[in-house]
């Protein structure tokens, strides 16, 4: 019997090429520390589209809601640009996210000393930066009814007769659930929040403001937390980034805080997310884990992406769904070491130099340094 | 008789004083190009609310719509924290965005040279930085209906009961208007657009796209237009912002879209703003100036905010309601080389050292200098 049930979804671009050296990391933990893996492998993605004409199968989905955990590559590329909406390759990772109902999606922004001369800001701004960014994931603009592009015919001040719709919707309950989930890491490192919002303009940020504030008051009061507006959070991730441990805040704050974030590190390549969900029956939480990176049709089938984020990724699931703690610090450290050691994919290679390596190589340069 | 017509609305914090300096401004160009002023001075903000009961009286709302431009300081500061929602300083200066339908807001993110080295970017990414941000003033998810608090007692899944909405709504029309506002922008720049959205996950971001599509094909096909995720926009602001000109878009996004640019020159006592609607029966449209920065509570009132901003804004009222480019350009050129003279308020105070001045001696000095 295996220990733990893992679906493997590469998807598109450098997907599939960044997770065969997961794969390879997957191989060293059966061999090496006796961990039994059940891996099965499926398509999402514009993959899944050209098999299946949409994102997602539903027996994908049905796997998805069974494993321990999915691992994900990357979705989407420029074949895909011009299908309908209901069928870009995007819908399937968010059907996944929604399903699953993964709500706390944890993005760390960590930058890496060896590469610190890659940001595009001041080494002493970025040096030693590690904030985790917890956006909720499964609610809010992403997912809100009403929603739609209509028909606008009877209002003759409106040159072009259509309207667009979207909802921002958050239950008290929604923002409870992923406050507790920010809160709970936040004590396992600074023990600081900060949970942004616009709340001055909308008043879904109100209740969020307020209902974060409550599950602080009632539950976490030793942790510290701030509120910030979301357009000055942008502001201070900019000027001062290393003044924030934990990030709460909604799914489209979210989407673009935690990008900008991660490009403050200068290493996307690097950066790696978990989507939590609540605990199954076996006590894991349901999870999606997958790179931050998108799917990089440009360089595809090239040997050139980075798989560091993926492998990464795959630390995340050895930590926060397996138990593994320590098997998740060996690989972050043996991922550490080969970039010390000057082992460097495209993307990493600055000015002072390195090994250059293709994508198979890092995998390879990793499993060695474990 | 006057030529030009302007309302003063200082409101809160550094809003006094800092108008103050834009008052000497006004005065040396009445004295010396012969320029007739009509300046009349307003509440607005915690102010308007210390005497009125809320942040906008409907006299001073009158009023703006009646004057060629209105220059507003800033709103906002701790004591107001608690009002309500329809009460806080902010609804005074979104009251007039609305009212006056001022849908352009034009955010230029400018790198000074002599202030390069306050980026917390390298100089080399930031040097010479010069990025338009048209932002949309009067709609989405700021102005949209439905929108409030309710209660949801209903729903047993919903712990805490209660349920935040907002709502996201354009039409085309909305849309078009402030694309051409942007495209005659480029035009008299690099010639070059990027709209951002989320077409991938929202219905109104695939409304946005087409339509800003739409008016270039048939109204700008010569201006350069391409379409970017604004997650992605965030991650290119600070990967690379010189790859823009003029950006366009929504009034969230580009809320915090342009205060990440704005921080992205590390001088945001620099930076002003203007909100342009259409054009009023003596063709001049009707204007809003007034700096990106906040009130400031924290230095309020001890001479230490830096004015530049806000005269900064004054010269884009130059500009833009009065037709005086020359004037506008002699304005900034005159903030450029006190600048250049090291003349430094203590925001721009940095270890290379300048000769530290007030808020009121930097007014002089720009004035002197014009
Ligand atoms: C691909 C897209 C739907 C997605 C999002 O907007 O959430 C991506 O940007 C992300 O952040 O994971
Ligand atoms: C003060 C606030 C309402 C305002 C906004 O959100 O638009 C401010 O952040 C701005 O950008 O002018």
Redesign the interface.
């Known amino acids: 019997m295996s220990d733990y049930s893992l679906l493997i979804l590469p998807g598109d671009g450098i997907g599939p090429e960044v997770m065969a050296e997961v794969r390879k990391v997957i191989g060293w933990f059966q061999t090496n520390r006796g961990m039994r893996f059940d891996v099965s492998e499926d398509l999402v993605g514009g993959a899944a589209y050209d098999k299946h004409g949409k994102p997602l199968a539903d027996e994908t989905m049905a796997k998805a809601q069974q494993v321990d955990a999915v691992l994900l590559g990357a979705v989407g590329g420029p074949k895909y640009d011009n299908l309908d ?1 209901s069928l ?1 390759p ?1 819908r399937g990772l ?1 059907r996944l996210r929604k399903e699953m109902d993964l709500y706390a999606n944890l993005r760390p922004a960590q930058c890496f000393d060896a590469l610190a001369d890659f940001s ?3 080494r002493n ?1 970025v040096a030693g930066l590690d904030i985790l960014i917890v956006r909720e994931l499964t609610s809010g ?2 997912f ?1 009814e009403p ?3 209509h028909d ?1 015919n009877n ?1 003759p ?21 992923v406050a507790r989930a920010a809160f709970e890491l936040a004590k396992k490192r600074g023990n600081k929040v900060c949970s942004m919002e ?1 709340a ?9 403001r307020e ?1 974060v504030q ?1 599950v602080h008051d009632n539950e976490f009061p030793d942790v510290e937390l701030s509120h910030m507006y ?3 959070g ?2 201070q ?4 980034p290393r003044q924030f441990d934990v990030i709460v805040t909604d799914n ?2 979210g ?6 974030a ?3 590190t200068g290493s ?1 390549g690097m950066l790696p997310s978990a989507s939590l969900g609540a605990p199954m029956d076996n006590g894991r939480p349901k999870a999606l884990y997958e790179p931050v990176h998108g799917s990089a049709p440009d360089i595809a089938g090239q040997g050139k992406a980075n798989p560091i984020a993926c492998i990464l990724s795959f630390a995340m699931a050895l930590r926060y769904s397996f138990n593994e703690g320590q098997a998740a610090d060996d690989l972050e450290k043996a991922v550490e070491k080969v970039l010390a050691d000057g082992v460097r994919t495209a993307d990493l290679m600055g000015p002072e130099g390195g090994t250059p390596v293709s994508t198979s190589e890092m995998g390879d340069k990793i499993t060695e340094a474990l």
């Open positions: 909406f870009k995007e968010l595009s800001l001041k701004i603009v992403y809100g929603r739609g592009i606008d209002n001040e409106n040159e072009g007769g259509r309207v667009g719709i979207n909802t921002q919707r958050y239950t008290s309950g929604e923002i409870r659930r616009k001055n303009v909308m008043e879904s940020g109100i209740l969020w209902e409550w979301a357009d000055n942008a502001m991730l900019v000027r001062n489209l704050f989407d673009i805080l935690s990008d900008a991660a490009m403050l996307l």
